[in-house]
């Protein structure tokens, strides 16, 4: 088992660990997935674990089911247990994303996971999650 600074989200049982460093807007894009239909897994912490050659992702203990609401304090809310990671959300400003990247993935735990950079405070962030879990991208040539 492996503990990151992250936050994660489920739609549909199917888990997104957003990344990034402290203040890159990981719990507020994590409440407007939850407006959208997620369910938290877990926020500023994740375990991650492999389960049958998926990455799962579940909460400490100690702070299953609370979320940083920013002005709010720490508030408790619904939340799944665990749920498997089909994609990782890498927090950056729109500077660092390419128009028409290429597909990206990275490894965890010895598990290859698909990837991309997202810019959080985009109006369209929450969209664009929700696309990334169900498409495959197509590469343009």
């Not at 909460?59 to 508030?75: D, H, N």
């Amino acid at each position: 088992m492996k503990t990151v600074h992250a936050t994660a989200v489920a739609f549909d049982g199917n888990g997104v660990l957003l990344r990034g460093p402290s203040g890159a807007g990981k719990s507020d894009l994590a409440l407007r997935l939850m407006d959208a239909g997620g369910v938290l897994i877990s926020d500023d912490r994740v375990e991650l674990s492999v389960l049958n050659d998926s990455i799962v992702a579940q909460a400490p203990e100690i702070i299953a089911g609370k979320l940083e609401v920013r002005g709010f304090g720490i508030v408790q809310v619904s939340y799944v247990s665990e749920a498997p990671i089909k994609l990782i959300a890498d927090l950056v400003n729109s500077r660092q994303i390419e128009r028409l990247p290429e597909n990206h993935t990275t490894v965890v735990l010895g598990r290859i996971v698909r990837a991309i950079l997202l810019n959080p405070f985009d109006s369209s962030a929450v969209a664009k999650l929700k696309m990334a879990l169900t498409l495959n991208p197509i590469k343009i040539e």
